[in-house]
């Protein structure tokens, strides 16, 4: 089994550029591909960002594109998201998230494991 534990969110003044950070345990993550996903106040969760197992490989939201960087560090069974120019609309619950496979996914049901969230809220 695989549990990740995001962490990194909190409140940040529009155009601050925290980092996410997604601590995965258990066995194989470096076998894995990654995701990560946010939720808004009554909206649906949305695809951010996706990395395949080797970290070779990454797709982006066209809201987040250019601005957020997704990354991985397998030896420290670690996921990232840099993210830049924050928006009041970047305020959501940000989730990570991995696939059993090493091919990565936009869409949520791809995914087998999910963290807890963190929340990033961006004030004006």
């Known amino acids: 089994q695989v549990q990740l534990v995001e962490s990194g969110g909190g409140l940040v003044q529009a155009g601050g550029s925290p980092r996410l950070s997604c601590a995965a345990s258990?066995?194989?993550?470096?076998?894995?591909?990654m995701g990560w996903f946010r939720q808004a106040p009554g909206k649906e969760r949305e695809f951010i960002a996706t990395i395949n197992w080797s970290g070779l490989s990454t797709y982006y939201a066209n809201s987040v594109k250019s601005r957020f960087t997704i990354s991985r560090d397998n030896a420290k069974n670690t996921l990232y998201l840099q993210m830049n120019s924050l928006k009041p609309e970047d305020t959501a619950v940000y989730y990570c998230a991995a696939a059993r496979g090493p091919a990565y996914s936009t869409n949520a049901h791809g995914y087998d494991y999910w963290g807890q969230g963190t929340q990033v809220t961006v004030s004006s």
């Open positions: 258990g066995r194989t993550f470096g076998g894995y591909a």
